[in-house]
């Protein structure tokens, strides 16, 4: 069973900058799964931000958050990170890290992802 563990989350204002990260907790290279971040804010469904295929090479994100935000990843130390510069009000969401066992395909829907972080919150004051 493979554990992921969100960090970095809090409070900022608008047009700051958060870097979140996302540990392996179980131990097992990272680097044979494709990760993606994705996050859900109140009332609304759970929407992809951005993956990164497992050896780093290709990454693709949510028009809504490109040129703002930047994936990346450390196989090494089993870390997933999601910098997030000129943050908006509607970033506000609790975001999860994911985990697909195809390690070349970056997918955009939550239910083709094998494994979940418990999230972290993000509150951008306007």
């Known amino acids: 069973q493979v554990q992921l563990v969100e960090s970095g989350g809090g409070l900022v204002q608008a047009g700051g900058s958060l870097r979140l990260s996302c540990a392996t907790a179980?131990?097992?290279?990272?680097?044979?799964?494709?990760m993606g971040w994705f996050r859900q804010a109140p009332g609304k469904e759970r929407e992809f931000v951005g993956g990164i295929t497992g050896s780093g090479t290709y990454k693709r994100y949510a028009d809504s958050v490109k040129g703002r935000f930047a994936i990346s990843r450390e196989n090494a130390k089993n870390s997933l990170y999601l910098q997030m510069n000129s943050l908006k009000a509607e970033d506000t969401a609790v975001y999860y890290c994911?985990?697909?066992?195809?390690?070349?395909?970056?997918?955009?829907?939550?239910?083709?992802?094998?494994?979940w972080g418990q999230g972290t919150q993000v509150t951008v004051s306007s």
């Open positions: 179980s131990g097992l290279t990272s680097s044979v799964y494709s």
């Open positions: 994911a985990a697909n066992r195809d390690t070349g395909t970056i997918v955009a829907a939550p239910g083709l992802y094998d494994y």
